[in-house]
């Protein structure tokens, strides 16, 4: 649907994704006509020192930025259903208004919008110039965290998605780990019944247990990576495991 939306192609959307892309063309084509506009545009946003001491530079794809001088438009597509922290306070759409203020001098004015085709909802939120340094304090003191010796990783189970720390983390397997005892009766462990999902009736509390799932199934296919490239570059068994390999037919 990104495509589809960058490029004009419609040929490779699925059935349902029609609509959904046409929404945005329609609003889009109803707040910005006339506009010049860019797609897929780079945004540099900092440079930060890694935790090898390596400079590194954060830097973001956005989905289209309209252009009005004084005032630019950043329109990010989000075909979820569901919704994330909302523009006035999300980290990211704060950082590409900070690297639209530092790539267009002539930009005073960012107005953030977040489409939810899927939800029929836009979150909006408005930054001036004046708000750069506050932005830029808050993603070099996130990225200084992340970076840390010992980084703070009491983060929102959603984020753990995208995070490369998923085999090592303490807090994440503190979370998820009682889950997937549930499911371990051979080993006779117990989990309390409020973690039962059969006994979840709340709509809140079940959204928060697909997170978790969702979070429990990367993280299971993570240490089943790691043990095997484990057991084969040290060439010592994991207890009570077996190294195996299976061949299909030709």
């Not at 029609?18 to 897929?40: D, Y």
């Not at 040290?234 to 495991?241: A, C, D, L």
Request: glycine share 6%; with cysteine; proline share 4%.
């Amino acid at each position: 649907m990104h495509r589809a939306l960058e490029t004009g192609d419609d040929s490779q959307l699925q059935e349902g994704e029609h609509e959904l892309v046409n929404k945005c063309r329609e609003w889009e084509r109803a707040q910005f006509v006339g506009l010049e506009s860019a797609q897929e545009i780079q945004l540099d946003i900092i440079d930060v020192l890694n935790s090898l001491g390596i400079l590194d530079k954060i830097f973001g794809y956005a989905d289209k930025v309209f252009f009005n001088a004084p005032t630019a438009y950043l329109v990010d597509y989000k075909f979820s259903a569901g919704l994330q922290e909302d523009a006035e306070t999300n980290p990211a759409a704060q950082a590409y208004a900070l690297g639209i203020f530092k790539v267009y001098l002539h930009i005073d004015t960012v107005e953030v919008y977040y489409l939810y085709p899927r939800r029929d909802e836009i979150s909006h939120a408005s930054y001036v110039r004046g708000d750069t340094e506050k932005i830029e304090l808050r993603i070099r003191t996130t990225a200084a965290r992340t970076n840390a010796d010992e980084p703070d990783r009491n983060y929102d189970a959603t984020n753990c998605l995208y995070c490369g720390n998923k085999v090592d983390c303490p807090v994440l397997h503190a979370m998820v780990l009682p889950i997937a005892t549930r499911y371990a009766a051979r080993k006779e462990l117990q989990l309390p019944k409020e973690w039962d999902p059969a006994l979840i009736t709340d709509p809140g509390q079940m959204s928060k247990a697909m997170d978790v799932a969702s979070v429990m199934g990367k993280w299971v296919d993570s240490v089943k990576h790691h043990a095997l490239k484990l057991r084969q570059e040290t060439g010592v068994e994991v207890p009570g495991y077996d190294l195996r390999s299976r061949a299909g037919r030709k």
